[in-house]
C-alpha cells in the first residue's frame, strides 16, 4: 500500500518497498480524470446562425475571440465572442437573439446574425476564431 498521497489531489505515492495495489491505482486514475482539463483550439465562422463545436465534454467556461483577438465593439454593440460560462452565455442583450456564444453539454455554440450592426458575429463566415475551453 501507498505511504503517501499528493496534497493537490490526494494521489497515492508509494516509497520503496510499498507494495502496489491495482485498487491505488485506478484511484489515482478517477481522480486524475475528474481534475480540470484545458483545452485550445480553433474554427472557422462557416456564417450560420449558429455553429457547435464539439469539446466531448461540459465546459464549465469557454472564451472565443476573434483571431485578431477582437471580441466586443462596445460602441456598435456587435460581438465577436467572449466568456461564457455555464448557464451564463456571451449577450449582446437579454435578447436571446443576440447571443454570441453558449457552452452546452457536449461543447459550446457560437452565432451570426450579420443583418444589422448591432448583432453577434461569433461565426463570421470564413473568419478563424480561437478559443480556451475549461472543463471543471
Not at 16 to 22: A, C, Q, S, V
Not at 102 to 109: I, N
Not at 111 to 132: A, D, M
Amino acid at each position: 500500500m501507498a505511504t503517501n498521497r499528493t496534497e493537490q489531489y490526494g494521489l497515492h505515492l508509494w516509497e520503496p518497498g510499498d507494495d502496489f495495489l491495482r485498487e491505488e491505482f485506478n484511484e489515482n486514475f478517477s481522480r486524475l480524470d475528474l481534475s480540470a482539463r484545458v483545452v485550445s483550439g480553433s474554427y472557422t465562422g462557416n456564417g450560420a446562425a449558429g455553429q457547435h463545436i464539439e469539446l466531448g465534454f461540459w465546459p464549465a467556461s469557454v472564451l472565443a475571440a476573434r483571431e485578431d483577438g477582437e471580441i466586443t465593439v462596445s460602441l456598435s454593440r456587435t460581438g465577436y465572442g467572449g466568456l461564457a460560462l455555464r448557464d451564463r452565455p456571451v449577450k449582446l442583450s437579454v435578447n436571446d437573439q443576440d447571443t454570441v456564444v453558449a457552452v452546452d453539454p457536449s461543447g459550446f455554440t457560437v452565432f451570426s446574425r450579420e443583418s444589422s450592426n448591432q448583432s453577434p458575429r461569433g461565426n463570421q463566415s470564413g473568419v478563424r476564431y480561437h478559443f480556451l475551453a475549461v472543463q471543471g
